[in-house]
């Protein structure tokens, strides 16, 4: 009894600090992975465009000077619900970028993202 108590122990602390990714291997790993993520801009491409074009027309279409997209507070309808008008403002954004020529590079393979004006839906 004693001895699967003992293992017990040990293979749950063995647990924690594997999991803790403290330095080794697997922090190495999430360093590498953190580094490999892109800004959602980066996932619009045109033929011919630059990094300032793309910014430009970022930034035209409704986009952040720093590549981000937020919501503007002050495009909100009166009586609209918060799921409403985000999603408006992220489909008029997408259907802008697509409107100047720009493609969506990023996952489209969940039906959610299928739904998206930028994976193909009108």
Not at 57 to 79: A, H
Not at 110 to 115: A, G
């Amino acid at each position: 009894m004693k001895t699967w108590i003992l293992l017990s122990i040990l293979l749950l602390l063995s647990g924690c600090l594997y999991g803790q990714c403290l330095d080794g291997p697997c922090a190495l790993e999430r360093e590498k992975m953190i580094k490999s993520i892109k800004p959602y801009i980066a996932y619009w491409t045109k033929e011919e465009m630059t990094e300032e074009s793309r910014l430009r027309d970022w930034v035209n279409c409704g986009g952040q000077e720093n590549g981000n997209f937020s919501l503007d507070r002050k495009k909100r309808l009166p009586d609209e619900s918060s799921d409403v008008f985000r999603m408006r403002l992220e489909h008029d954004f997408e259907r802008c970028m697509l409107r100047i020529g720009y493609r969506y590079t990023g996952n489209c393979s969940s039906e959610y993202m299928k739904s998206q004006p930028l994976c193909g839906s009108p």
